[in-house]
């Protein structure tokens, strides 16, 4: 698989935008706990990314995107710690992939681009969360992710009940 993987250009398009709502919405409507609960409303869609984009003009986060056929169709985040004993890490977040899309490479072609990105802020720590009932549990193991362990009932999936969660680590080598 090789899909070019970029940063979102700024300002994005509205066409970005609505596929970056449409990519959110599709992994809530999947089932992925990721911060959301269902019904999820337009306007928090809209507030989330806002937010986002705000965080990346500041360069404390990174917004990496991959496109099929002109459209967004995967995103993932890596937020850069700002505090001074902590500006060798960054925590990966909301690696997206649109359900149409998966099983294609694209998780993994986006985890690496934001390896890349991570050592190209001067990050050499990598470390993330994602849900122990979750797809993505292969997608770190074969990346080189460490588990470092469970914390049970830490957040709720978007339907409602509480869902364990599995936290893991990597370190990164220079470029």
């Known amino acids: 698989m090789n899909r ?3 940063p979102l250009p700024t300002p994005p398009t509205a066409a970005d935008l609505a596929d970056l709502s449409a990519l ?18 337009d306007a928090e869609v809209a507030a989330f990314w806002a937010d986002v984009l705000a965080e990346v003009a500041a360069n404390q986060r990174v917004l990496l995107v991959a496109r099929a056929a002109g459209r ?29 899309h998966r099983s294609r490479g694209l998780g993994a072609a986006l985890l ?37 362990g469970v914390i049970p009932r830490y957040a709720t999936d978007p339907d409602g009940p509480l869902i364990d969660t599995v936290i893991y680590y990597k370190e990164l080598s220079a470029a």
């Open 72 to 100: 967004l169709v995967g995103s993932v985040q890596l937020e850069l710690a700002q505090r001074p004993n902590s500006r060798h890490r960054a925590e990966l977040q909301k690696l997206l992939v649109l359900r149409a």
């Open 4 to 6: 070019p993987i970029e």
């Open 112 to 148: 690496a681009a934001a390896e890349d990105h991570a050592r190209r802020h001067q990050r050499s720590l990598v470390v993330l969360d994602t849900s122990a009932s979750g797809n993505a549990l292969g997608l770190y193991a074969r990346g080189g992710y460490t588990r470092v």
């Open 24 to 41: 959110l919405r599709d992994a809530v409507e999947g089932g992925a706990s990721i911060g959301f609960m269902l019904p999820l409303a």
